[in-house]
């Protein structure tokens, strides 16, 4: 459970238990129902996290609205748009293993989240982190990004934190939209419209370096072998 879940349902359970002593009974029932869904929609499960080497995992639950490539600064990417609706989880975790180059911050619209026009104009989180481990020499973006009713963005690391794949690092509040941007030779495991969840989806495969040849001395002790 995420913390803010028992800070909206805290003061909503007190109502409640105001309005049924002072009034009637019955006008408890709305806000404990609007308590047990901020405690429902605030939950925070557990994930089995995939070790599978260069995977890049989905930062969010929700379904695949797009898989496109894209220019940004000119270098080609590819971009897979995830739309969370109110009922999914909003907790966000880390795509990969690395550590964060950069977070900016960007004020602008509420659009739709579906809209494409929204992974640019809409108010978003933007966090650059250079792979690690399997993901070694790998840049991957990905934003938070604000949706129609989603007015608040929470993200939790700083630049020069080292993250797991699958790490928790915030949330979004109500409905919103998440993208990542790779690489565009990366092998892609998810179509549209698939339901993703956040760390235990592999949404695609980096590009592995080739095997390094044999050292020199590994091929002499080869050879004398024979």
Do not use: C
């Not at 006008?27 to 599978?52: G, K, N, Q, S, Y």
């Not at 690690?132 to 934003?143: I, P, R, S």
């Amino acid at each position: 459970m995420v913390r803010d879940g028992y800070l909206y349902a805290a003061p909503l359970i007190a109502a409640a238990i105001l309005l049924g002593w002072l009034t009637y009974p019955a006008w408890a029932v709305i806000p404990v129902f609007l308590a047990a869904f901020f405690l429902w929609f605030f939950r925070d499960p557990e994930r089995a996290i995939p070790t599978d080497h260069g995977a890049v995992v989905s930062p969010g639950d929700g379904k695949v609205t797009d898989i496109s490539p894209v220019t940004v600064g000119g270098q080609r990417q590819m971009r897979i748009s995830i739309f969370l609706n109110v009922f999914n989880v909003h907790v966000n975790r880390s795509p990969i293993t690395g550590v964060i180059r950069e977070v900016r911050y960007q004020r602008g619209k509420y659009l739709n989240a579906m809209n494409q026009a929204s992974a640019e104009e809409n108010e978003q989180n933007i966090v650059t982190m250079q792979g690690e481990g399997d993901a070694a020499g790998q840049t991957v973006v990905f934003k938070q990004i604000a949706g129609l009713l989603a007015r608040r963005i929470v993200f939790h690391p700083e630049v020069g934190d080292r993250l797991e794949r699958g790490q928790r690092v915030g949330l979004i509040k109500f409905g919103s939209r998440v993208d990542v941007l790779l690489d565009a030779s990366a092998s892609v495991k998810v179509k549209l419209g698939d339901h993703v969840k956040g760390g235990s989806t592999v949404l695609a495969y980096l590009p592995q370096p080739a095997p390094l040849n044999e050292t020199p001395l590994a091929a002499a002790g080869s050879k004398r072998s024979r």
